[in-house]
């Protein structure tokens, strides 16, 4: 194999793997978003979830056999994935199949951690009999080859690879903190420490788990076995299984590096809370942008609905409808109201004197007469009464609403009917 060129390589390598994808968490840190939905099937960048970017890279690194792991809420996430991800040709050998926790002869709990959760379905893997598994999180937003990480576990001879980045040390207690050799060999593994800033000199950052792992097959077969039989274990890959194999296995570090520029770090974010979520969102609106959602080499795929084109109207003679360093999506209506570095999700509408800066209008979100919308998020199917003003006074806002550390506010279609009990209820949007 090592005379087989790069490219042909890698599509040999994807072939023969299986990707698990990981998609049943419960996202409590994004608050009332994840309230009716898992975190991947939370919307993002316009017309996405947040798991089309996971199975876009498999899609575009060659990977054709999925299968996807649910568990908390899925039921909009599983309907999504019916209607966008059905494209794929069981008789060609490939496939997404969904894998819901469910109460079992051998296992009468659910999912109890994320290894529990592949060793539920140990049998899915061995009736494909993949020579390679990926274990991958279904909530982080990237673009990954698959196939350079896959040939690079290879080369190193290692028994599990390890997806990493660097962060600020402020901010790896949230990660699994990596520690390695000249090599690049694991020689330390510790799932988010107190103190992550001890592993490190001031000042520099820390290397951590992106939650995306390449196995042999075999050996992570053997691991799941041992760890299901332990009482004392979490069975969870970043507590339990890597930790020991760092100890008794091989385990390889995969540097992370943008797809088109392999010089410069690539761009992951962990969408894991409401200010987070918003900053992900509004780097799309940069000039360019951090993650270009216009590559025509690597696409983003997802359930695309038949919609009308953006409309602006113009109300009246000072009413344009405009938008300005904006993402306007399909079926959006801006009538006399105007949007500003914010994004606007399908369906969504913003009617007459209407103003919004810097926020998320999530689809179906209808912003009335007159209203204020600054630094916020507004979720799926709310309906603004008009003179509504969110985000200028933060007292009132945390008050009403989710007022998050950075001053993003939260507006959940629950929040309105207990600050509005005797208006109609906000019309419902799928997921």
């Not at 982080?140 to 690879?161: C, E, N, P, Q, W």
């Not at 385990?251 to 088109?260: E, G, I, K, T, W």
């Not at 520029?261 to 000039?287: C, F, H, I, M």
């Not at 209407?354 to 630094?375: D, F, K, Y």
Request: some cysteine; hydrophobic content about 35%; charged content about 25%.
């Amino acid at each position: 194999m090592e005379n087989i060129p790069h490219a042909g390589r890698s599509e040999l390598l994807t072939r023969d793997s299986l990707a698990l994808i990981m998609a049943g968490g419960r996202g409590t840190r994004l608050q009332n978003l994840t309230r009716d939905r898992a975190k991947p099937a939370v919307y993002f960048g316009g017309q996405y979830r947040i798991i089309d970017f996971t199975l876009s890279n498999c899609i575009n690194s060659g990977i054709r056999r999925m299968g996807v792991l649910t568990q908390y809420e899925s039921h909009c996430l599983i309907r999504h994935l019916q209607h966008g991800w059905s494209f794929l040709h069981r008789q060609l050998g490939e496939f997404i199949e969904l894998l819901p926790a469910e109460q079992r002869q051998r296992h009468s709990l659910w999912y109890s951690g994320t290894a529990d959760a592949v060793y539920q379905n140990i049998e899915f893997i061995r009736i494909h009999r993949p020579r390679y598994v990926l274990v991958l999180a279904g909530d982080h937003i990237y673009k990954m080859d698959y196939g350079a990480m896959l040939a690079h576990h290879v080369d190193s001879r290692a028994d599990v690879t390890l997806g990493c980045v660097e962060v600020p040390a402020e901010r790896a207690r949230d990660f699994g903190v990596v520690t390695v050799d000249d090599g690049g060999r694991v020689i330390d593994f510790v799932e988010k420490p107190a103190r992550p800033e001890v592993r490190v000199r001031p000042g520099e950052p820390c290397l951590v788990s992106m939650g995306i792992y390449v196995f042999n097959t075999e050996q992570l077969l053997d691991q799941l076995s041992r760890d299901a039989g332990c009482s004392a274990s979490a069975h969870d890959f970043g507590h339990n299984i890597l930790p020991e194999m760092v100890d008794s296995a091989h385990v390889q570090a995969f540097p992370f590096r943008d797809l088109h520029r392999p010089d410069q770090p690539g761009y992951w974010r962990d969408v894991g809370t409401v200010d987070g979520y918003w900053k992900a969102n509004q780097e799309l609106l940069n000039s360019p942008p951090e993650l270009d959602l216009d590559d025509g080499l690597w696409p983003v795929w997802t359930h695309r609905q038949q919609l009308p084109p953006a409309r602006f109207v113009r109300t009246g003679p000072q009413e344009p409808g405009l938008a300005e360093d904006s993402l306007v999506s399909q079926g959006c209506v801006i009538a006399g109201g105007r949007a500003r570095r914010s994004i606007l999700f399908t369906h969504a509408r913003m009617l007459t004197g209407s103003r919004v800066e810097q926020s998320l209008l999530l689809p179906g979100v209808s912003v009335g007469p007159g209203c204020v919308v600054h630094r916020a998020i507004i979720d799926a199917g709310c309906s603004l009464p008009e003179g509504t003003v969110i985000g200028v006074d933060a007292e009132a806002d945390a008050q009403r609403y989710h007022r998050t550390p950075e001053g993003i506010t939260l507006v959940t279609r629950h929040m309105l009917v207990a600050r509005y009990p005797h208006r109609d209820r906000p019309r419902s949007v799928s997921g």
